[in-house]
């Protein structure tokens, strides 16, 4: 009896010893391999963790090789950002929707990119819809000349920035896909129509055209956002009574529940979103906007600059029987950039080049 426990505890001692054995061996013959310049990647996860910092889609791919498992095909985004790294901002999402993140058990929809022309009363080198039916001769209100001019290198403020709907908001990466909790409203300024007035102020302002941008949000309740807004804009302009150009920056939304619609047009091999003036019309005095002519060849002859400059950059202006505030001034439009399936970078893209076109025209 002694002798068979003898032999069990020599039995179970041998076995325990060949597994320390066999488990040194291993890790042995694994470690070189996590020194291997090629698998850094994998050696640096295990001692990291994430401090939560956004990664653009670009930097995630290249991460992505050097992971052992491929990721789901819901978690794999079907377009990679276009936009070079570089020039990248890097957003926190951490109160916005992220298009990389995992969204299990959502429905997801697709994103269909189009370049908007045509299909319209042809002006200049761009085109108009013409809602109201009044037979205008747009080729001659395109040519009158300005009503209004601003002033260079002043400290008074020339240009006001302003949106009704502050909240309006993009998607956030240049993808063609959306999942069911994609909301396209935000009060976080890097996502929304805020940060377009942003780069259209920084732009004019060097160019030396002094621009107040105000960002007083007026759609926390969506009833009465214009009503709100104007009392913003006359404030503003009582304030500043230099301010000759009015600009109410808002984002267009296309397409259906499921196949939203983004417009966009490419310069220099960057995608920009396509934007769409709206010119009111008040030919009965209903609306107090007795100039409205001046307001439309001001939008036609912004219109037709970013045709020349961007090709591709607008859609046809959207001219009928409505004032949406551009009663304040000869110079008061309303500028739709892009569409909420739009990237936020695309937008910005574009509130640069706006802010270009803007320059050219009121030289």
Not at 220 to 237: A, F, K, L
């Amino acid at each position: 009896m002694k002798k068979s426990r003898k032999l069990k505890t020599a039995a179970k001692l041998t076995l325990s010893f060949t597994l320390v054995l066999t488990a040194v061996f291993c890790i042995l013959r694994r470690l070189p391999e996590c020194f291997n310049p090629n698998d850094s990647a994998v050696l640096a996860a295990a001692f990291t963790l994430t401090d939560g910092q956004y990664i653009s889609g670009s930097d995630k791919k290249a991460d992505k090789k050097n992971e052992p498992n491929e990721p789901s095909q819901e978690q794999t985004p079907t377009t990679a950002p276009k936009a070079e790294t570089s020039s990248v901002k890097k957003r926190d999402k951490s109160d916005y929707y992220d298009s990389f993140a995992e969204h299990k058990g959502e429905a997801k929809y697709s994103i269909e990119e189009r370049t908007i022309s045509g299909g319209a009363t042809e002006v200049g080198n761009g085109y108009i819809k013409n809602k109201t039916g009044l037979d205008l001769d747009f080729d001659k209100i395109l040519s009158d000349k300005l009503t209004f001019s601003v002033k260079k290198k002043t400290n008074s403020p020339q240009v006001l920035i302003y949106h009704t709907h502050t909240t309006e908001a993009y998607i956030d990466e240049d993808v063609d896909y959306f999942y069911e909790s994609f909301y396209s409203r935000t009060q976080d300024s890097n996502f929304s129509v805020v940060a377009v007035g942003d780069a259209i102020t920084r732009t004019l302002e060097s160019k030396g055209i002094k621009t107040l941008h105000d960002k007083t949000i007026h759609d926390s309740t969506y009833n009465g956002s214009y009503d709100r807004s104007v009392q913003t804009v006359q404030s503003d302009m009582k304030d500043n009574p230099e301010i000759k150009v009015v600009l109410d920056i808002h984002r267009d939304a296309l397409g259906t529940d499921d196949n939203k619609v983004k417009p966009v047009f490419e310069y220099n091999g960057k995608k920009g979103a396509q934007i769409m003036i709206l010119s009111g019309c008040d030919t009965d005095g209903e609306r107090g906007f007795e100039n409205w002519q001046n307001n439309l060849s001001f939008a036609l002859k912004i219109q037709d600059t970013a045709e020349k400059m961007y090709p591709g950059m607008t859609r046809p202006i959207s001219f009928g029987y409505f004032a949406y505030n551009e009663y304040v001034c000869d110079g008061s439009l309303l500028i739709e950039v892009g569409a909420e399936a739009n990237s936020i970078e695309e937008a910005e893209y574009t509130g640069e080049l706006l802010g270009n076109v803007l320059t050219e025209v009121l030289k």
